[in-house]
């Protein structure tokens, strides 16, 4: 397995309490989107029960607010609610304010942070602009999203390790990921981090797998499937 520390990519407390149990998951992230969908109404409460289940491994946690004063006030109340907590702050907001400035006033409060939605090397320059070199931050890259757009997320996730590489405190995660190659791209390109959702941590028990027994196990899916056609049922 390349060596890149893996996130496991969920707020399904059900699956968080299993991942935890496993030692290649090195910690966790979420956000809004997965939070809704898992029917979270309690945040503090949710909070709380993660870091029971989450020990002391890092989880990066989503505000929940979008204008910076919320954002200043939420991030402070995650930060007491978890004390392993990374808070998740984007480098652009919805209408494309910056929020770089935001981030550095955090990271001078103590407050470690993932800055998050990171598309650019600009939004790089931007956050490490406002940072000082000891200040404990992720870069999270969105390499799945901007290979959704046809570039090459290897390079972008490249071009964030090389301008972070002057700030010791500062790792840059491999966000949004597709595949089970996704490690080793994350791995080659430097990064320090990749989130994996559920599919894929499940998926990663295939990694290296031997290739002809691979194939006759997805032969044989195939034919039991076709059984069922051909019977109807």
């Not at 990066?60 to 204008?67: F, G, I, K, N």
Request: net charge negative.
């Amino acid at each position: 397995m390349p060596t890149v520390k893996i996130y496991a990519d969920c707020a399904d407390l059900a699956h968080i309490e299993r991942y935890a149990q496993r030692p290649d998951v090195n910690g966790f992230t979420t956000n809004p989107v997965l939070l809704r969908d898992c029917g979270t109404v309690d945040y503090p409460s949710y909070v709380r029960r993660l870091a029971e289940l989450t020990g002391s491994r890092p989880v990066s946690l989503a505000t929940l607010a979008a204008d910076p004063d919320g954002i200043r006030a939420r991030a402070h109340e995650i930060a007491a609610w978890h004390p392993h907590a990374y808070v998740k702050v984007p480098v652009v907001g919805a209408q494309g304010e910056r929020n770089a400035s935001l981030i550095g006033d955090l990271a001078a409060d103590g407050i470690r942070v993932n800055a998050t939605a990171v598309f650019t090397e600009k939004h790089v320059e931007e956050v490490l602009d406002s940072v000082g070199p000891a200040a404990p931050l992720i870069v999270s890259v969105f390499a799945g999203r901007i290979a959704d757009t046809g570039r090459d997320p290897v390079q972008a996730v490249r071009a964030a390790v090389a301008l972070c590489a002057a700030f010791p405190a500062v790792e840059v995660l491999w966000a949004s990921s597709r595949e089970v190659y996704n490690v080793v791209q994350a791995a080659e390109a430097g990064s320090d981090i990749i989130t994996l959702p559920p599919p894929l941590l499940d998926r990663l028990a295939n990694f290296e797998r031997d290739l002809d027994e691979y194939a006759s196990a997805t032969v044989a899916e195939f034919d039991a499937a076709a059984l069922e056609v051909h019977s109807g049922r």
